[in-house]
C-alpha cells in the first residue's frame, strides 16, 4: 500500500485483510521495518453483558460473616437475569505497618482459597456472594496483618455467554487503618502539618481523634559505611570491640533511625481527622535534625492503632550536614526554560575530591572538594535542553564508591494541547443522527490550527483486549546513564563458538489437508470442508423464518448476516354480541393493518472513523455520523495534534438506549 503524508505529516488508508490466513498477530510496518504496529485478529463473540460489584459497606473484623453483593448487567442496560453464577474466594496476607518489622522482612505467605459456590442472579441482575473471614492462622495477630479476600465470579447468561468479574475485600484484627503521609526531608518551617488519614479496610474513610507525639532524636555519632551483608543474628564480638577494630562499619543496626535514642518531645498534640487528611500543627519551627512522629488512635473496639514515621528537619542554607552521612543529595525540582534549578550536595567526611559530570549533548567533568559540608549548585534551562539533562557526583572515601545521580528536568510543556467537548451526550437513541464539537487550543490556552483523529467503537470489546490510542514518544527525554562503572574488578563471561553455516532444505511434503482425523472413514479436513453436509448446515444457519404468534425478541446471528427485531402478534379477533329479540348476531371487527416494524439493521462494531478533521479559524471542530442502532456502550478516543507535533488525547463513553 502507497500512501502519502499530508501537510500534518500525517497520513490514512484502509486495506482488507486476506481470508486464507490464520488468525494471531498481524504487523502493519513501514518498507524501511522502522515503524511498526501491531493488532490482534481473532474469531469472538461481541460481549452483551458485564459484571461488576458494589462496594462493601460498613466495618468488619475477623471471622465476621461476609456478604458481598454484585450485578450482571447488559450493555444496553438492561439487567440480566436468571444467569448461573461460580465463585470462589481466595485469601492472601498483607503487612501495612513496616514498623514492625525489625529485621526488614515478612513472614511468608501463599494464597489460599477458603470457600466456592454457585448462586444465581434475580430479576435486577444482582447476585450475592456470602463467606466467613478466616483468618491465617500461622500469622501472629501482633504483627497487625490484613487479609485480602479476592472473590472471583463467573457469569453465564441464558444463552451461553461467559463474563467474569472481580473485587477485593480486605480485613484484619483491627477495623481501623491509620496512615502519615509524611516525607522523608523537609525544609525548616515547612513541617507544619501532616497528612493523616483514618480509613475502614474497604478504603472509606473514618472520622477518628488522633494523638501525635513529635520527638527528637539523638542520631548515631559515627560516620558509617553500608554492609555488603545482611545483619547477623549472633554477634561473636562486643559492640565496643568490633567498633574499635572496624571504626567505620555498622555493628547491629544503629544507622536505623528507629533505634536512635530519644532526646526530647517536642510537641504533644491531640485533634481528629478529616476527609482531606490535613492535620494542623499547632507548632512548625522545629530545630534541625532528625525526628520521630508518632500517630495513634483507637477503633471501635477500642484497639490501638499506630503508625510511625521518621523525617529529617534541614535548612537549604545550612553548612554541614544534620547528621553523620557519607553523602545526601537534595534532588531538583522540574523547571521550565528560563528558570534555574538548584541542588545540594554534602557530606560528613574530610578531604572528597567530588567528581561532577554533566551530560547533554556533550559529557563535561568538573573537580570539587568537600570538606564536611553542604554546597549549592545551580543549573540554568534553556529551550535547548527540554526533555532534561542528567548531573552525576561521585567519590571515593574509605574504599566505597559513593554516587547520586540527578536528572535537571524541563518537560516538553510547548508540545502539550488542551481539548475540550464543546458538545457531546453520553447517551443518546440507536440509529440517532449525531453532531459533536470540540476545540483544541494550545497549553497557554492559545489558538491553533490542529488535525484530529476521531474514532468510536463499541466499548465491550476492551473485555477482550483493552484498546487505547497513544501518543508516539517523538520527543527526546533524559534518562540518567551517567553511571561510572565501579563494579565490574572482577566479571565473568561465557563464550560460545556458533556456527553460522546455512544449509537450505527444499524438501517439503503437503500433508496440511489430513493433520485433522474426523473418523468419518478417512474423510480429510479438506473433504469434509467442503462436503454438501457441511455446505447444507451452513446454509441452514443462515435462513431466517419470521412468523406469527406470542410476541417475542428474535436475535439471530450468522456467518453472514446479523439480525435483531422486535415481531409484535396480530391484534386477537374481537367478538360481540347483540340483543334484539331472540335472535343474536355476531359481529366481527376488521382487523386493522399492520404497523410496519423497523428493523434495526446497523450492527457495525465501528461508530466511524475519522483520520483528518481539522480546526476551524477558532480552533473548533465539528462533525456528523449516524449511530449504529446497537443496544450498547462506545468508546471515544480523540487524538489531536499540530504540524509542530504538539499532542492531546482524550476519551469519553457514551451509551445507546431505547427511551
Wanted: proline share 5%; no cysteine; hydrophobic share 35%.
Amino acid at each position: 500500500m502507497v500512501v502519502s503524508a499530508n501537510e500534518y505529516g500525517s497520513f490514512s488508508g484502509k486495506f482488507t485483510l486476506p481470508q486464507d490466513k490464520l488468525n494471531g498477530q498481524f504487523t502493519l510496518q513501514s518498507k524501511d521495518q522502522m515503524t511498526f504496529q501491531t493488532f490482534r485478529v481473532e474469531e469472538y463473540k461481541r460481549p452483551k453483558f458485564y459484571v461488576e460489584f458494589e462496594k462493601l459497606k460498613g466495618t468488619y473484623k475477623i471471622n465476621d460473616d461476609i456478604h458481598l453483593s454484585g450485578f450482571a448487567k447488559a450493555y444496553a442496560g438492561n439487567n440480566v437475569d436468571g444467569a448461573q453464577v461460580k465463585y470462589r474466594v481466595v485469601r492472601e496476607a498483607r503487612f501495612p505497618y513496616p514498623w514492625l518489622f525489625w529485621r526488614g522482612w515478612w513472614p511468608r505467605t501463599e494464597p489460599q482459597e477458603i470457600t466456592h459456590g454457585e448462586t444465581q442472579t434475580n430479576a435486577e441482575g444482582k447476585f450475592e456472594i456470602p463467606f466467613k473471614a478466616l483468618p491465617d492462622l500461622k500469622l501472629d495477630s501482633k504483627n497487625e496483618p490484613v487479609f485480602d479476600y479476592k472473590i472471583y465470579a463467573d457469569i453465564t447468561d441464558i444463552n451461553g455467554e461467559v463474563r467474569s468479574g472481580q473485587e477485593m475485600v480486605s480485613v484484619g484484627y483491627k477495623s481501623l487503618m491509620l496512615n502519615a503521609n509524611i516525607p522523608e526531608r523537609l525544609p525548616s518551617g515547612e513541617l507544619n502539618s501532616l497528612n493523616i488519614t483514618t480509613q475502614n479496610l474497604a478504603g472509606a474513610f473514618e472520622k477518628a481523634n488522633v494523638k501525635v507525639i513529635i520527638t527528637r532524636l539523638k542520631p548515631e555519632n559515627r560516620l558509617l559505611r553500608n554492609r555488603y551483608w545482611e545483619r547477623p543474628d549472633l554477634f561473636v564480638m562486643t559492640k565496643e570491640a568490633y567498633v574499635k577494630n572496624f571504626p567505620n562499619d555498622i555493628y547491629d543496626n544503629e544507622n536505623e533511625p528507629r533505634t536512635w535514642e530519644k532526646a526530647l518531645t517536642v510537641l504533644e498534640q491531640t485533634g481528629t481527622t478529616d476527609s482531606t487528611g490535613k492535620f494542623k500543627l499547632n507548632k512548625s519551627n522545629f530545630n534541625l535534625g532528625y525526628y520521630s512522629i508518632e500517630i495513634t488512635t483507637k477503633d471501635k473496639d477500642g484497639n490501638e492503632v499506630k503508625d510511625i514515621k521518621y523525617v529529617e528537619i534541614y535548612a537549604h542554607n545550612q553548612k554541614v550536614p544534620t547528621y553523620p552521612q557519607y553523602l545526601f543529595t537534595q534532588k531538583p525540582n522540574s523547571v521550565e526554560p528560563g528558570q534555574t534549578a538548584k541542588i545540594e550536595i554534602g557530606s560528613s567526611a574530610d578531604n572528597l575530591f567530588v567528581i561532577q559530570s554533566i551530560k547533554k549533548k556533550g559529557l563535561t567533568y568538573q573537580f570539587i572538594k568537600l570538606n564536611k559540608q553542604v554546597k549549592d549548585f545551580n543549573f540554568s534551562a534553556t529551550e535547548a535542553d527540554r526533555g532534561g539533562y542528567g548531573v552525576n557526583y561521585m567519590f571515593v572515601k574509605n574504599n566505597r564508591v559513593f554516587e547520586s545521580n540527578n536528572i535537571i528536568s524541563v518537560p516538553w510543556s510547548n508540545k502539550d494541547l488542551k481539548l475540550e467537548y464543546t458538545t457531546f451526550r453520553e447517551k443518546t437513541l440507536p440509529g440517532a443522527e449525531e453532531k459533536w464539537t470540540v476545540k483544541i487550543s494550545g497549553n497557554k490556552n492559545e489558538k491553533v490550527a490542529a488535525e484530529m483523529l476521531a474514532g468510536m467503537y463499541d466499548a465491550s470489546l476492551d473485555q477482550f483486549y483493552p484498546h487505547r490510542w497513544n501518543k508516539p514518544a517523538l520527543w527526546y527525554h533524559f534518562y540518567n546513564s551517567i553511571q561510572l562503572n565501579t563494579n565490574r574488578n572482577f566479571i565473568s563471561a561465557n563464550a560460545l563458538n556458533q556456527n553460522e553455516l546455512k544449509v537450505e532444505n527444499k524438501r517439503y511434503r503437503k500433508i496440511y489437508d489430513q493433520i485433522f482425523d474426523f473418523g468419518r472413514f478417512g474423510r480429510t479436513f479438506a473433504d469434509i470442508l467442503n462436503s454438501p453436509d457441511l455446505m447444507r448446515s451452513i446454509e441452514e444457519e443462515e435462513a431466517v423464518i419470521v412468523g406469527y404468534g406470542k410476541a417475542k425478541r428474535v436475535a439471530m446471528a450468522a456467518p453472514n448476516a446479523k439480525m435483531e427485531a422486535d415481531v409484535a402478534a396480530p391484534a386477537p379477533m374481537l367478538e360481540t354480541g347483540v340483543a334484539a329479540g331472540n335472535e343474536k348476531k355476531e359481529v366481527q371487527e376488521p382487523t386493522p393493518e399492520p404497523k410496519e416494524i423497523q428493523i434495526r439493521k446497523n450492527f457495525n462494531e465501528t461508530a466511524f472513523f475519522f483520520p483528518d478533521l481539522k480546526t476551524d479559524k477558532d480552533g473548533n471542530i465539528s462533525f456528523s455520523f449516524t449511530m449504529p442502532e446497537a443496544l450498547t456502550r462506545w468508546k471515544f478516543q480523540a487524538l489531536a495534534h499540530t504540524k509542530e507535533l504538539a499532542m492531546v488525547y482524550s476519551s469519553k463513553e457514551i451509551v445507546t438506549q431505547k427511551n
